[in-house]
Structures are given as structure tokens and as C-alpha cells.
């Protein structure tokens, strides 16, 4: 995903002390100039699933190649709302509704074309066995999909055994798993254990309210993350080669 860093806009304007800019004000300055790829842009900053269609609709109309329009138009408009998001000019559901017109977007550029859209890697996601609560998790989801990551969503209450299928057959990059209470963390144990009995490796991501950083790095395959916006940071790292050791170093909270 294109890597859009509004800092420079927001301390020229100085946004965050004398408000003198609104985030759509922010947006507009980093929209690019393109008039074919502006409206989208646009339109997934708004989370207009509707004008989020339409634009890409007259973009392929004027010859625009749909799948190129993901990484050209879809990925940099949710690329300015998560650069917003970080520094804390936009709010969580504006990420969320945001991420559901980039969806959108994404499944209309899949139709329109007939070569298939290459996904950066693939995660599995999933809540805990006994807890329901998957707020997080489902944030965790849209923003690693809004990233150019194929995640297979198992849902909430998930069986410790289904997770193990789960990553036996997708073979993802990552796993990642919520839990909001204290009764139900310790199932994250438990997945760790038989990943390793199954020698498999991979970073097992690990966020949610009741979850603490020492409570992770109790278990080998263990990767604390307290905010969800660090899930496709962490797979991006993932994918240039860093392992559980150097993913603890970068993610930790001192
Ligand atoms: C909403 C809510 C519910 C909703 C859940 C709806 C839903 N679909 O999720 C309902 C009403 C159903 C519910 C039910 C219950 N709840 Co409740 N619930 C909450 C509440 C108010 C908010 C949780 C939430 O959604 N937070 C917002 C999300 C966004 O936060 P999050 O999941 O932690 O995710 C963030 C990060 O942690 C991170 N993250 C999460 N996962 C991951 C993964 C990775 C890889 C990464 C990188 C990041 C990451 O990303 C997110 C944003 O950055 C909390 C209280 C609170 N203030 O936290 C209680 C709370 C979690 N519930 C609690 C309890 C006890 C229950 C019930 C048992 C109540 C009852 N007696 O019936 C049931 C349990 C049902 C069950 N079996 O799960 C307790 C848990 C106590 C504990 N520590 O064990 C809490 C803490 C309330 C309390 N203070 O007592 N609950």
C-alpha cells in the first residue's frame, strides 16, 4: 500500500493546535492530480460505496485497466485515511466505513477484469474460543485488507482445532488472534503449543483488551500489538524477512 505521510501538511498548517484545517481540508491537499484517479480517491476517503463504484466505472470507461486502479487509485485514498487515522485527525469508524467503500471498490475492479489481483501475502484471522467480542478483530481485518492482504476471517468463538486447520490449510504468513477476556486468552497458549507440535513458525499476532504484553511473550511464536492499525505493519515486516525476535524488537511498548 502506497505509504502517504500527511506530517509535512499538518504542521504547516499547524492542524492539530489551531485547527485551522478540517480533515477534508487535509485530504484535499494530498489527493492526487490525475482527474481519472482524484474522484476515487475521493470518493474512499468520503466511504461513498456508491461514488467509490462510479468513479472507477468512468475510469475503466476512459480506458483504465480495472485491476491497476486497486493499487493506483483504492490502495492511496485508504492510504490518506490510515496516514489521518495515525496521527489522530480521523477516527476509527471513519477507517471502517472507509475500508467497506475500498472493499467495495476492490470487488467491482475484480469483475471487471479477467487476470486475478496479486494479494501481498495471506493472513488468518480469528477471535478466541469462548469470546464473541470481535470489534477488533474485524478491524484488524478490513485494515490488512485495505493493505493488499488476503485474510481468511475464521470469525469469533473459534475453536482452538479450527485455527490449526485453518493455518495448515491456507499456509498464511501471520496469524492473528483476538481476545477481550481473561478466561479466554489463555486458548492463545494453547494454539501456540500445537503450532509448534505441527513445526510450524509463523508470527502469531496476539491484540485485544484483556491481552497484556508479558502474557504474549510467554508463548515462542508470540507478537504483542496493542492497536490494530500495526497488523499490516507487522505483516509488511513479515514479508521483507523479520521473524517473532525482530518483530517483538520493533513492536514492543517500552
Ligand atoms: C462491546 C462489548 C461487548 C459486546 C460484544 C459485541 C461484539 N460483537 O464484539 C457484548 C454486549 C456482546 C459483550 C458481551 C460480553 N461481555 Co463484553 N464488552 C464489550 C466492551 C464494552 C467493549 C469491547 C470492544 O469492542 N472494544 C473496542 C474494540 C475495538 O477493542 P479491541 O477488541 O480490544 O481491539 C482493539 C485492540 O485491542 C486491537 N486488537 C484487537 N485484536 C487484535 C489483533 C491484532 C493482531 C492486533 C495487531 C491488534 C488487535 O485493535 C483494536 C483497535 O486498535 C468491553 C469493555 C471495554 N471497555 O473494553 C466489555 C468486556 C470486554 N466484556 C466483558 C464481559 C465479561 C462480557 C460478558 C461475559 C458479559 C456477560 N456477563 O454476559 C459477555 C461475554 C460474551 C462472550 N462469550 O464473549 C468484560 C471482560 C472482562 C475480562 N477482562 O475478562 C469487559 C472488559 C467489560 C468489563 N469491564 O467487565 N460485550
Redesign the pocket.
Known amino acids: 500500500m502506497i505509504n502517504i505521510d500527511p506530517s509535512g501538511i499538518l504542521v504547516r498548517y499547524n492542524v492539530k493546535a489551531e485547527k485551522e484545517l478540517s480533515p477534508e481540508e487535509v485530504a484535499k491537499e494530498l489527493y492526487p492530480e490525475d482527474v481519472v484517479i482524484r474522484p476515487i480517491v475521493e470518493a474512499v476517503f468520503e466511504g461513498d460505496e456508491d461514488d467509490v463504484i462510479n468513479a472507477l466505472e468512468e475510469a475503466i470507461s476512459a480506458g483504465r485497466d480495472p485491476l491497476s486502479l486497486i493499487d493506483d487509485a483504492l490502495m492511496p485514498g485508504m492510504g490518506i485515511v490510515s496516514g489521518l487515522y495515525d496521527h489522530g485527525i480521523l477516527f ?1 469508524p471513519d477507517v471502517i466505513i472507509s475500508a467497506h467503500a475500498m472493499t467495495d471498490g476492490i470487488e467491482y475492479c475484480k469483475q471487471m477484469s479477467s487476470s486475478t489481483h496479486e494479494f501481498k501475502g495471506k493472513v488468518v ?1 480469528f477471535v478466541v474460543e ?8 474485524k ?2 481485518t478490513v485494515l490488512l485488507r485495505a493493505n493488499g492482504y488476503e485474510v481468511i476471517d475464521l470469525g ?2 473459534v475453536l482452538v482445532s479450527e485455527v490449526i486447520s485453518a493455518v495448515k490449510k491456507e499456509k498464511p504468513l501471520m496469524l ?9 486468552m489463555y486458548s492463545f497458549k494453547e494454539i501456540n503449543n500445537l503450532l509448534l507440535e505441527n513445526n510450524i513458525r509463523i508470527p502469531f ?7 497484556k504484553q508479558d502474557f504474549v511473550f510467554g508463548y515462542e511464536l508470540g507478537v504483542y ?7 499490516p505493519k ?1 505483516a509488511d515486516e513479515i514479508l521483507k524477512g523479520a521473524g517473532v525476535e525482530e518483530l517483538r524488537g520493533k513492536f514492543h511498548r517500552h
Open positions: 476509527l484471522s469462548g469470546d464473541m467480542h470481535d470489534i477488533g478483530k478491524i484488524v469469533s468463538d492473528s488472534g483476538t481476545a477481550l477476556m481473561t478466561t479466554t499476532v496476539c491484540g485485544g483488551g484483556a491481552v500489538c496493542e492497536d490494530a492499525a500495526d497488523a507487522i
